[in-house]
């Protein structure tokens, strides 16, 4: 039987200047990281803009990652590529470096083409010849495509594919797919502002890009959660909607890299094209005032 | 000035055989081709399954292309990725091996960032450090993005960007983009089945899916279209609709690779987890007949 | 102050028989229905088949469910049309019949010119001429338009608008909007999927399709959570999302008049050309297993 | 066999002056449209914003029309409702009136129970019992569904059905569907964009909006093509991209109304909700510059 993957992973951003990866910073997030009650880290997931890394930064990340960590934090690391056989190599490149298990989002480029029938074969074959396990990465919002629940009960049942990572912004596979998975099976929400529903309905936890800006406070409401205090953890995911909305939706990777900045930890400039759609809200005088300032826009 | 981009260009798809590219018959089916009137030929397309090449693929196919193609017939390769710096060091490899010019996809991972300024942004930049002149690559069923005539217009100003390739399947942007683009700028078309409707109505050409496994039909429709043969042109047009339907639409690549196969071309299979999403139809008696047997369906 | 709609409102389905309506049926539903903790019963909504109906048939309707329903409990009847006049001249007659409050969906032919600047003038020129308040009715899914949480929160500062059903399937809104709402505003749920955690997140109580098959786990599921028994409600609600998506998503309405009949009700056919879209399973040996017949589909 | 319906038919707004119909106006506006080589006139479509009207209002509309137009002009009268049987009462009340087509839009409320069986079964029962034959109306844009092209070449063939108004906005039903349906069948274009070059590919004609704006350059449009001036149908045709794309796309039927005033027809406001979405332009100081100032937008 799989290990669940519970808790609050945060999902890392890529710090850049002028174009180039700068991983003295990346080391320096993550060490402030480590202080909080985190489960472990995501390398190039959407929020660490994966789609601009070359395959050498790929694994210069990972590398950092991994030997900053603090001991028991899980790293997950993105591997997943159109074709069948490019995602398998690297996922086990990413497996050598010593990635805990790999997150492998639908290959979606020819979407008339991706039946259930060619997904099915597509996380089997690549299950089938990886070294470490896989998590599905369902993120319809930026690939178009949706998977089934009867395809995710389906392939958690192949025992390398731990369970699925859900972006959709909605509970339905959740609900749908999660009781009936097998026991030990992981379901990781993808939206911060679905975090204590989701856990509630029998979530394992959450890829949260808002756990970079905020991680105690995603953190916190884990724990809020576990301990069965549900009032306290609705207000705190109440009050964590406006800056989950800001950092995620209105203002993407920029918006989420700008509240880093913030908050002291190293947000910087996205790679081009990627740049902030709208203006982003003046920076308050303090940072503490973080949420405040989102929640009033 | 720039100099206009006319005629048809043949898509090519890249042959496999057990996942590994076979340059030998990619040099066969360019020598077919080499025998009808096209303009030229274009790698690393949607149709080249360019998402599941590894850059040192695409390069021996560019380098393969240039060695066959008949003189005078132009080299277009798909250098599109979505950063702008990984683009601009892709194309400028391509110019490097003798591509006439490159096709550059809109990037469109974060597709609620990808506002018109950004892609402006994107495409001037790219524009201003390539060697080789851009043709937009709009392909809005792939990327969910769709353009704005108004950003075509302004881009075609640049003298690096020669146009575009629109493959939406309707006429609007060459309707509503192609009267205010600059003299000698080009647009292509990327629909088989809207082939002689953009003519008339302005388009350059077409870079065409249709084109790799009926060369001589897409050819001869050019030529009715120059010869002002407007009723021969229609009834050969409306008889590719059905072919064209089953070599891109209802079957996709692999569609599009078996028709290759019927018609004494290497298709072969696609390489996974792009796959025939529904069975593919019975192959007929003569090669001759495939026009028919698609048209049945 | 508005009064706050809480609990559980069934939507009630509309018996025929040859294309005409069952007033007797109606009655004797509703009599059935009134055994069970419901908060009301809500006429002319997309269960109702609204869409499908004539005035008379409407008021007809209306009449009969004001007679039969229980003292106390509130009826809520759909009266919204496209255009501004007709719905205010429709809610008033809903309010001569003795409707509590009128359920208002969004305006939506013309997509396009639905303007949140459209919308908002439309709901405040109807509440400010209307005898019985509004409630703003949100289904994307049918209507393809969303209103945005700003709207909505601005909308229910009117005196005379109670607040929304929102049929969106996500909890977005819910987290967006009432928080911001006035203190008595009403937000009232239209997926029964999304009972349990919306409202553990505020939620006022539920519109629910389940509720006219399976009334009284609806009323169950919102006492558990009255009572703070969470673990139970959570074990019920999840118990039910197989039996919601098979009256709701993967049925429609016609698989809602099914469960209706197989569970004691009078269910009955649909209007043409509403129809199930797939085979209804097969009828189980007893009524009590209801849910067990649609959980194992 | 059927008649088919050829030529330009102009897509009739409705005259509102502070929310009530104003038929005078209405029987001037056509007067006007009499001198002008028309086919006839559409009432109750998208245009004439069918969807805010009551039962008696289309009523007289219709009379109207019937009694003012022009001897020869057809008059084809917009009849769908989403229920069967409310379409058939709909569409012999406009029998009876002396409507010589019905135009029945695709019923589309519950969207994923509008099976292409479902929707084969409406259609076919209607024309079972009305006694003036149907048009299907395809409007994707408004209603979210499109037919397949199997479907109406079904359809089609039966004795009442004349064929389809297509307002998809692109060619793809025209080149599927046309070919294969019986001759005498009637496709008229929905789009006047497409008009050019949707009369090369074998449509019958038009129902426009743009033609109650400027009916003599819809109607030369047509005489350009059917005596084979290719050129200058090509020429017209893209001029009157800029101005077709602002009377409908960009500003929708309020647009199309406002182009009226400018011209000389009663065009007026539209019924609330409906209003501009957008500031329309400032008005020329003269009425022959009416395409001049769309075309600056």
């Given amino acids: 039987m799989q290990q669940e993957f519970t808790g609050i992973f945060t999902a890392l951003t890529t710090p850049?200047?002028?174009g180039k990866i700068l991983p003295d910073k990346f080391t320096d997030n993550i060490a402030k990281y480590n202080q909080y009650e985190l489960a472990g880290y995501v390398i190039g997931g959407s929020t660490g803009e994966n789609v601009y890394l070359t395959e050498n930064e790929r694994l210069t990340l990972l590398k950092t990652a991994k030997e900053t960590a603090a001991p028991g934090r899980k790293i997950i690391a993105g591997t997943g590529c159109e074709?069948?056989?490019n995602t398998i190599a690297a996922t086990n490149r990413a497996a050598d470096l010593g990635a805990d298990a790999a997150l492998v989002i639908l290959p979606h480029y020819y979407k008339s083409l991706m039946t259930t029938a060619?997904?099915?074969d597509y996380y089997l074959t690549i299950a089938d010849k990886t070294r470490i396990p896989l998590i599905i990465y369902s993120m319809p919002h930026n690939t178009g495509i949706t998977p089934s629940a009867k395809l995710i009960i389906e392939l958690s049942q192949h025992p390398n594919i731990l369970g699925i990572k859900d972006s959709s912004g909605n509970l339905s596979l959740l609900e749908e797919a999660?009781?009936?998975?097998?026991?030990g099976s992981t379901f990781l929400l993808g939206a911060g502002s679905l975090l204590f529903p989701g856990l509630l309905l029998g979530a394992s936890g959450g890829i949260i890009t808002l756990g970079a800006a905020a991680p105690e406070l995603c953190a916190q409401?884990?724990?809020l959660f576990l301990q069965g205090k549900y009032e306290e953890a609705k207000r705190l995911q109440l009050n964590l909607v406006p800056l989950n909305q800001a950092v995620t939706r209105d203002h993407g990777v920029p918006g989420a890299k700008y509240a880093l900045d913030l908050r002291g930890y190293y947000g910087g400039p996205c790679r081009s094209p990627c740049s902030p759609s709208t203006t982003?809200?003046?920076p308050p005088s303090t940072k503490s005032s973080?949420?405040?300032i989102f929640s009033k826009n």
């Avoid at 999660?178 to 026991?183: Q, V």
């Fill in 83 to 85: 074709s069948t056989q």
């Fill in 118 to 120: 060619a997904l099915k």
């Fill in 221 to 223: 409401l884990y724990d």
């Fill in 290 to 292: 973080l949420i405040l």
């Fill in 280 to 282: 982003l809200p003046k």
């Fill in 16 to 18: 850049f200047q002028e």
């Fill in 178 to 183: 999660k009781p009936f998975m097998p026991d």
